[in-house]
């Protein structure tokens, strides 16, 4: 079984910055895909971004504001979130270990993270 555990997020003016950590259990955690997702009220969980097999991948909608950085060594992945805007405010999730599918499918994903609220005010 493994455990994913996030922290980080808040509420921030528009513009400014958050970072958010996930911590993903394991001995593997170095093989393993990290996705993060967001949700807002309502809608499917929507990618943010991924890493896996030494690659990063973006949305369009945040590649050139979000940037996500890995520590194997400390099993943690973390998303540096900059230039927030209102629309960027929603739940924010970590997701370990792509079961199947692609790595920007919040389905394909085996474990989960309890979710983190990010709020951005104008």
């Known amino acids: 079984q493994v455990q994913v555990v996030q922290s980080g997020g808040g509420l921030v003016q528009a513009g400014g910055s958050l970072e958010l950590s996930c911590v993903a259990s394991?001995?593997?955690?170095?093989?393993?895909?990290v996705g993060w997702f967001r949700q807002y009220p309502g809608k499917e969980h929507e990618f943010v971004a991924a890493?896996?097999?030494?690659?990063?991948y973006y949305a369009d909608s945040v590649k050139d504001r979000f940037t996500m950085r890995r520590d194997d060594a400390k099993s943690t992945v973390h998303l540096q979130l900059n230039n927030l805007k209102p629309e960027d405010t929603a739940v924010y999730y970590c997701?370990?270990?792509?079961?199947?599918?692609?790595?920007?499918?919040?389905?394909?994903?085996?474990?989960r993270g309890q979710g983190t609220q990010v709020t951005v005010s104008s």
């Open positions: 394991g001995r593997s955690f170095s093989t393993y895909y």
């Open positions: 890493t896996g097999r030494g690659r990063l």
């Open positions: 997701a370990a270990i792509l079961r199947r599918g692609t790595y920007n499918g919040w389905a394909n994903y085996e474990y």
